[in-house]
C-alpha cells in the first residue's frame, strides 16, 4: 500500500485521532479536519493510502502551525510539542482529487501549492516506519502488522 510522510503537526490536522462518533461528524462538518495535503507537485493517485507522520519535528514547525491556527481564528488545541507521534503510521485516507492553487476553496489549501483532497480519514493505531519523499510503498512488515490489526478490529 502507498503512504506519504507529513510532517508534524499537520498529519495529526488531517487524522485527528482525538475525535470520535458524533464530535468526528461535526469537525467534518464544520470543516475543522484539514481536507486538504499541500505540496509543490501534482499527483495522479487516487484512492486509498497511509498517512506516515514523519519523525522531523522542530519547534519553529510546531510554532508555525498554531500561528496558522491563530491567524485563520480556527479554535483547535494540539497536542504538546512533544506529544505528537512521528516517525510512522498514523491513518489512513482517500485521495479524491489534485486541486491547483487557481481552484481552491478550502482553508486548508495553501497558496501556490497544488491540494490533495483527502475524504474519508481514519486514524489507526501508531504504527513505526520509515519515511520517504514522494508516495512510498509501506514495508511488508508494517503492511502484515495493518492487516492484522484491521482483522482483530483496531481498524475500520
Not at 486548508?108 to 519523499?133: I, N, R, S, T, Y
Amino acid at each position: 500500500m502507498k503512504a506519504i510522510s507529513i510532517r508534524q503537526p499537520w498529519a495529526w490536522l488531517i487524522v485527528r485521532p482525538d475525535l470520535i462518533g458524533v464530535a468526528r461528524a461535526a469537525a467534518i462538518e464544520a470543516r475543522d479536519l484539514k481536507d486538504i495535503e499541500n505540496r509543490t507537485w501534482p499527483t495522479r493517485l487516487r484512492g486509498r493510502f497511509l498517512i506516515h507522520a514523519s519523525k522531523g519535528m522542530t519547534r519553529a514547525e510546531y510554532d508555525d502551525v498554531e500561528a496558522f491556527l491563530d491567524y485563520f481564528a480556527i479554535d483547535i488545541a494540539l497536542p504538546g510539542h512533544g506529544k505528537l507521534d512521528r516517525g510512522g503510521i498514523i491513518g489512513a485516507a482517500t485521495i479524491t482529487d489534485c486541486i491547483p492553487s487557481a481552484r481552491r476553496t478550502s482553508r486548508w489549501h495553501m497558496d501556490g501549492q497544488w491540494g490533495f483532497q483527502l475524504e474519508d480519514v481514519k486514524p489507526v493505531p501508531f504504527v513505526e516506519c520509515k519515511g520517504a519523499l514522494l508516495f512510498f510503498d509501506v514495508p511488508e512488515d508494517v503492511a502484515t502488522k495493518l492487516r492484522q490489526m484491521h482483522e482483530l478490529g483496531a481498524i475500520a
